[in-house]
């Protein structure tokens, strides 16, 4: 069964540049989520989307953006990168797809280091 | 004080034994989430709950609406169980709000 993916796995930049995570649900799943989590801290609620709208907001900086494109996969755009954006960050996807309807299945994540 | 506390914060257990992880919230929900965190970092989803008892394979999961209180028990534990349990619960937006985590370590 497809997962929910995320690219890159893996991504390391330096403070001030900018990067960008992509997330793409599982098919048929119209809603994503990101979260982000420290280095041991839980993961804290960034933003979602449901049919390319931004339908939550919770403690995303103002440096970060996101959207939802037609085909449901979502970007999150971070910029003038700092050290304290070194996180894991995950998406999760929803729907009425394959698996239980509207429970939230998460990708792998993102791991970003900032130097 | 957290929305979502989990007890116990860190767990070791010998092979075969019965685990318990507890799970109180503050806040109403419409659902509760149990995850689980491997050391590599994915989060895989156990099991959502809105009411009484759930079971997968050697996992059950169990909620008290009323007392705002949810379990996760492991039966006959292995060591490929340990990891990072995290309870994590639902309002009415969608966005989860997470516990602080348990970690369990079980040995052979």
């Known amino acids: 069964a497809a997962g929910v993916i995320q690219s890159p796995r893996h991504l390391i930049k330096e403070k001030r540049e900018t990067a960008t995570l992509k997330c793409y649900p599982i098919p048929r799943h119209d809603t994503v989520y990101w979260y982000q989590q420290g280095p041991g801290q839980d993961p804290q609620f960034l933003i979602s989307?449901?049919?390319?709208?931004?339908?939550d907001k919770g403690s995303i900086p103002d440096r970060f953006s996101a959207q939802q494109f037609s085909d449901y996969h979502s970007e999150l755009n971070m910029s003038s990168l700092e050290l304290g954006d070194s996180a894991l960050y995950f998406c999760?996807?929803?729907?009425?797809?394959?698996?239980?309807?509207?429970?939230?299945?998460f990708g792998p994540g993102t791991r970003l280091t900032v130097t | 004080k957290n929305e979502v506390e989990q007890s116990p914060q860190n767990l070791t257990a010998q092979e075969g034994e019965f685990i318990t992880i507890n799970c109180s919230y503050s806040?109403?929900?419409?659902?509760l989430h149990w995850l689980q965190q491997h050391p590599g970092g994915g989060i895989v989803s156990l099991f959502m709950l809105s009411s009484g008892k759930k079971k997968h394979g050697r996992l059950i999961a169990t909620i008290n609406i009323q007392e705002k209180h949810s379990s996760l028990h492991i039966t006959a534990s292995h060591p490929r169980d340990s990891a990072v349990y995290i309870c994590a619960v639902r309002q009415n937006t969608d966005k989860l709000i997470f516990g602080t985590g348990t970690r369990l370590q079980v040995f052979p």
């Open positions: 806040v109403g929900i419409s659902a």
């Open positions: 989307f449901y049919e390319k709208m931004q339908s």
């Open positions: 999760a996807s929803s729907g009425l797809g394959q698996g239980i309807p509207y429970e939230q299945y």
